[in-house]
């Protein structure tokens, strides 16, 4: 499995803004307000990945104090990160499709209640894409100078 590359996440991003930008002008007046919760949940999930990662890392690099890490559970991690980066990635748009199209209407209560729910969670997405990446790195086997010599 290749490493997720950032220029595909962005690009991504950004065709998802812009068809969420575009689908909304028709479809906006008959959507029910957006929850708040995407919120809180994706940031959990962000920091449980980015602490997945920090301890992966360290017990891959046998640090003290850790134990052995399976490699089946590194390959799920490393499944599980790029899987979270792509999602993350296509949330984000999503939800910053809404923040532009809500931009053009911050006079009217609901699409400014609107607006930052749904800036928040494209936020908070773009922390879990990061999270994600850094569990990929952290799943890396790194080189071992024993089999350098070889």
Sequence with gaps: MR???????VGLFVVVTILTWALLKPLYVSLPTMPWTAIPTVLVLAIGE???GWMT?????RRPDTKPVDAL??????????????AGAVFAGLFAG???YTAELLD?????????????SALVCV????????????????????????
């Design 3 to 9: 490493p997720s590359r950032p220029g595909v996440l």
């Design 50 to 52: 980015a602490y997945s």
């Design 57 to 61: 890392k360290a017990r891959i690099e």
């Design 73 to 86: 559970a590194v390959a799920r991690l490393a499944a599980l990160a790029k899987a979270s980066a792509y």
């Design 98 to 100: 809404f923040t532009l």
């Design 108 to 120: 009217q209560r609901v699409p400014r209640q609107d607006f930052f729910i749904t800036g928040g």
């Design 127 to 150: 922390l879990l894409v990061c999270a994600a990446l850094y569990l990929e790195h952290c799943c890396k086997v790194p080189k071992d100078s024993a089999d350098d010599d070889r």
